[in-house]
């Protein structure tokens, strides 16, 4: 059996034995018009992997427009929440021998001193994001010491955005495009064809911010542009996606991870 | 007084010491015994009619009277005291004159040391006439080596260290076929030769050689700071934490400030203000000193000299630092994605002397290897050959089960500290000590802490533990986060907590807790960070799973550097002590010019088991570059050891390397540097220790003499059992104090008779 066939079959069974999705989750796909779930308390940190996804507040942006909440109540930054990451750290703990917390995860804004209790964190549209002084603060010193985030779930002119936030964080440093032969893409899994996935029917790219905008040193963010990883992370289960791009997106999150863990 | 007991017994009290009394009577003894009841008879006689007197002075009279007829008859028994002596001429003396520089002080008169022994033993003094009347004299130097010498004068006081020990086996080895009556050692009693005195004592003891001892010096200085002792780390790696542990002996001098400064081949590197204390006689201070590139560095540590102060040469003290170059090899072996390795990489990753390889079982039988040298390490994930695990100095064992092993790979885990001397740091996590399964394997053994508490929960909560550093921790070198001991105390104090998820066992006796934690409402700690010594490695333990959060914890500063700096000194200390294939040491490390230096070589095959079978070359560059190859011997009492002698004539530096080959098997040690200067050692200690002396003298049947009174020698060094001799017996009936007793019998029998109106 292959790695990809044993991927995928465990993709399958870990889906099965998933059972904490809300009821009240119903959602429809495309255009994250899903109802808004209230999140769960954070759990009490015990050092293992946990996901954590950042909550941000919005602001009016000029350029983008105001664009509150979708239809179904969500918050750009809860996109795919709860199911993207319950899926993907169910998927993680199957295949890999990280220890994760599968059936929690955490939501935490950028100056929440708790935040630095968790190492890798995760931003879905971060073209919505508009950072306050706290915020920014908050995210410099978290990557600066040895955080990682990635974003997610953006496209076409939301990068400008987040390229233009990233550089009140971090002015000394900026994003430069990654392409497959980066070790993040061989850190677990190689994964030879990153710009596979079409969430947003445009080839996606790769960008990443290193220390001294050195690509061989240490990678502090990673931004999946024109890309939704966990929008195949949440409906995995249920066919709205083919089964081998769904793989890739999970054995990128997955080598994500360990990158960002070993790095 | 000595002479008044002289006097009064005829004969010195060395000669009664030495001596044994007999009765050799004029008559037969029931003669004697009818005389003795005869004069108790004539006694009661003579006080028997006498009237008006009281029966208690009747009682007194007739007792003293009585006690001086006795005395008299007891003369007859003729007492003799047989004591043997030598026959003049017929013997040899042997006089051992220190030679080493603490002679040179001059710390009791107008002269030093050596000139006052000089003039105590010159061939013209009376002292040595009268001893070459008797005996004959052999004269040596000693220091760190014994010499023969034509007479005292011309002692250069040079020698690096006082070798007492070797000083008397080698005198008593040179005069092995002589008669030798006694030995004469004058000296300070600076013994630093390092050596057991004991075996020494005893042989000359066993030939019944008495050695008499003469103490010259002060024993106290009145006023006076001595670098007594500046303990340096042996061969540390390029950027370590270097402290020099100086223990100053002060006399007299408490309240006073003085400046601490140690130079590296002149250049100063550390400096420290220290008030000495009033109540103690020595202190104990650290010097930090500055980053030292990697080589031989020449290290003075030395405080300016103070006003009257008795001694100034013991004011500066010399040494040598090793510092290697590296980079030491750690295998870092993790079971699980974690931060842990993740950040530890990253601070390893600052030190150019270290290199971290790291092992990451990602999944099941797959592997992440970072920092490896090709892609053949590690390919074939752990190690499962000795040769390959002991190819690292040191070994991190993260969150990883013990059926990750096989018992082969356990039971190498183990010898890895026990056998190869290597040193092995086990992290706390999910998977690791009695979580992890090791209780009852090899492993468990080697671990500071029993594995003796129920495993917790796998998917349990963290204790929280805010962590603190021991009494032994407060000084241990790799805790030492910042530049003095009161700003690494502050940033202790103010880390913030970690976690445990190890049920934590107590310490075993011999281990050492650095660090302990104390969860939220608890009395007790728990140990976080402790070693212990297993065979000739160390194990260490570092109980927390997440040290990371010393780095990214919201309390900590974004610059802030303890996380770096702790790992990296962890990880150094794993690996300093860890030794290679060859050891090289040679002792002493510092000697004067012209005296002998020995080199031992420890060689071990790729399993670091200990070689006897292999040809074992050092090879010695001198200061001024010129090469010399001395073979090494294997020392037959110790398995692997090689031993060999060679003299360092010039001054300077000295380094050693060594070689050994067995069969196509050749291996190198890396190369020590040895010291050979005038100045400085062997005036550290430079009080006189009249103790020393005493105790040497007691054991051999000698006496101890201070300088002053060397002159009694003259008499007392004739009674001996050794040598040449002859059995005297000296009458004892004539000794004054025998007519002194019987006179003062008489006179106050007289006494009372006159005032009773008798006489």
């Not at chain 1, 009016?60 to 109540?73: A, I, K, P, V, W």
């Not at chain 1, 795919?80 to 703990?93: A, H, M």
């Not at chain 1, 960008?207 to 999946?224: G, H, S, T, V, Y």
């Not at chain 2, 260290?161 to 002589?178: K, Y």
Request: proline share 5%; aromatic share 8%; with cysteine.
């Amino acid at each position: 059996m292959t790695r990809i066939t044993m991927l995928a079959v465990s993709v399958a069974m870990a889906l099965a034995m998933v059972p904490v999705l809300p009821s009240t989750a119903s959602a429809q796909r495309g255009g994250g018009r899903e109802r808004f779930v209230e999140p769960e308390d954070n759990p009490r940190y015990d050092g293992r992997f946990t996901f954590v996804r950042v909550r941000y507040e919005m602001g009016l942006n000029s350029e983008f427009g105001f664009r509150g909440r979708g239809g179904g109540g969500l918050p750009p930054w809860a996109h795919d929440y709860p199911r993207g990451e319950r899926n993907f750290t169910q998927i993680l703990s199957e295949l890999a021998t990280v220890r994760v917390r599968t059936r929690e995860s955490v939501i935490l804004s950028l100056n929440d001193p708790e935040l630095t209790k968790y190492p890798v964190a995760y931003m879905s549209e971060p073209g919505f994001w508009t950072p306050n002084d706290a915020e920014v603060a908050g995210l410099r010193a978290y990557l600066l010491k040895g955080g990682f985030i990635i974003f997610d779930d953006f496209r076409g002119r939301d990068w400008f955005n987040l390229e233009q936030r990233m550089s009140q964080v971090l002015p000394e440093l900026r994003f430069v495009q990654i392409d497959a032969t980066h070790p993040i893409f061989d850190s677990f899994y190689r994964i030879t064809n990153p710009e596979v996935m079409n969430a947003y029917d445009a080839v996606p790219t790769y960008w990443a911010i290193f220390e001294e905008n050195d690509p061989r040193k240490r990678m502090l963010a990673i931004a999946n542009r024109d890309n939704d990883m966990s929008e195949y992370w949440e409906w995995s289960g249920n066919g709205f996606f083919a089964v081998d791009i769904t793989n890739e997106a999970y054995k990128i999150g997955i080598n994500y991870i360990i990158y960002a863990l070993s790095r | 007084m000595d002479a008044v007991l002289t006097f009064l017994f005829k004969y010195s009290s060395r000669v009664w010491e030495r001596g044994e009394v007999v009765l050799s009577p004029v008559a037969p003894p029931w003669f004697i015994a009818g005389l003795a009841l005869l004069a108790i008879a004539v006694a009661a006689m003579t006080y028997h009619r006498v009237q008006g007197i009281s029966r208690m002075h009747r009682t007194i009279l007739l007792a003293l009277r009585a006690t001086a007829l006795l005395l008299l008859v007891a003369c007859l028994l003729r007492p003799r005291l047989v004591v043997a002596s030598a026959v003049p001429q017929r013997n040899v003396l042997a006089i051992l004159l220190d030679d080493s520089r603490s002679m040179a002080l001059n710390d009791g008169g107008a002269e030093s040391r050596a000139a006052r022994v000089e003039r105590a033993f010159a061939d013209s003094a009376a002292l040595v006439r009268a001893l070459s009347d008797r005996f004959a004299l052999r004269f040596y130097r000693f220091a760190a080596d014994v010499r023969p010498a034509a007479e005292a004068a011309g002692l250069r006081s040079a020698g690096t260290r006082t070798d007492l020990a070797r000083a008397l086996e080698g005198a008593r080895q040179e005069l092995a076929g002589t008669p030798l009556a006694g030995v004469i050692v004058v000296t300070d009693g600076a013994d630093n030769g390092g050596r057991d005195l004991e075996p020494a004592v005893l042989a000359l003891r066993a030939r019944k050689v008495p050695v008499h001892t003469v103490g010259v010096g002060l024993e106290r200085f009145p006023r006076d700071v001595a670098i007594e002792r500046v303990s340096l780390p042996a061969r540390p790696l390029v950027g370590a934490n270097l402290l020099a542990d100086v223990t100053l002996r002060l006399r007299g001098v408490g309240g006073e400030r003085i400046r601490l400064t140690a130079e590296a081949d002149g250049r100063v590197v550390a400096t420290e203000e220290v008030t000495l204390p009033s109540r103690e006689e020595s202190v104990r201070v650290r010097l930090r000193l500055a980053d030292l590139a990697p080589g031989t560095h020449r290290i003075t540590v030395r405080t300016p000299v103070l006003p009257r102060e008795t001694v100034a040469e013991n004011n500066e003290s010399h040494g040598i630092v090793q510092v290697r170059g590296g980079p030491d090899r750690v295998l870092y072996l993790e079971g699980e994605p974690r931060a842990e390795l993740g950040f530890i990489r990253r601070a390893i990753a600052t030190d150019s002397a270290l290199q971290l390889v790291a092992l990451l079982r990602s999944a099941e039988r797959k592997y992440l290897r970072l920092g490896v040298r090709d892609s053949l390490e590690l390919a074939g994930g752990f190690p499962t050959t000795r040769q390959e695990l002991y190819a690292y100095r040191g070994v991190i064992l993260g969150s990883i089960e013990a059926a990750f092993f096989t018992p082969d790979q356990l039971r190498m885990l183990a010898d890895f500290v026990n056998q190869r001397g290597g040193g092995l740091l086990a992290l706390g996590g999910r998977a690791a000590f009695a979580e992890g399964g090791f209780r009852g394997t090899p492993l468990a053994e080697v671990m500071p802490l029993a594995l003796d508490r129920a495993p917790r929960e796998a998917e349990g909560p963290a204790l929280e533990l805010r962590i603190r550093p021991t009494v032994a921790g407060t000084s241990a070198p790799a805790l030492q986060l910042r530049a003095s001991d009161t700003a690494s105390a502050r940033v202790w104090d103010s880390l913030p907590p970690l976690t445990v998820v190890n049920a934590l066992g107590s310490l075993r006796p011999g281990a050492t807790a650095y660090l302990t934690g104390r969860a939220e409402g608890e009395t007790t700690d728990q140990p976080v960070l402790a070693t212990q010594r297993f065979g000739r490695g160390t194990a260490t333990v570092f109980t927390a799973q997440d040290s990371w959060l010393w780095k990214m914890h919201a309390d900590i500063p974004v610059e802030d550097a303890t996380h770096v700096t702790l790992w990296r000194q962890l990880v150094r200390s794993l690996t300093e002590e860890s030794p290679d294939r060859v050891e090289l040491a040679v002792t002493p490390d510092r000697v004067a010019p012209g005296e002998p230096v020995e080199i031992r070589a420890r060689v071990a095959d790729e399993q670091y088991l200990d070689v006897n079978d292999a040809a074992v070359t050092a090879t010695v560059r001198t200061p001024s570059g010129r090469e010399a190859e001395v073979p090494l011997e294997w020392a037959l009492t110790e398995n692997g050891v090689y031993t060999g002698r060679f003299v360092a004539e010039e001054a300077g530096v000295y380094a050693v390397g060594a070689e050994s080959r067995r069969g196509r098997d050749v291996a190198a040690a890396r190369s020590v540097a040895m010291l050979a200067d005038d100045q400085g050692a062997d005036v550290e200690q430079a009080e006189l220790r009249a103790p020393l002396l005493q105790r040497i003298a007691r054991e051999t049947g000698g006496r101890y003499y201070p300088l002053a009174e060397a002159e009694r020698l003259s008499d007392d060094v004739l009674y001996t059992e050794s040598g040449v001799t002859v059995r005297e017996a000296l009458d004892l009936w004539d000794m004054p104090v025998v007519f002194l007793v019987l006179a003062t019998l008489l006179g106050v029998e007289w006494a009372l008779r006159r005032s009773r109106g008798l006489a």
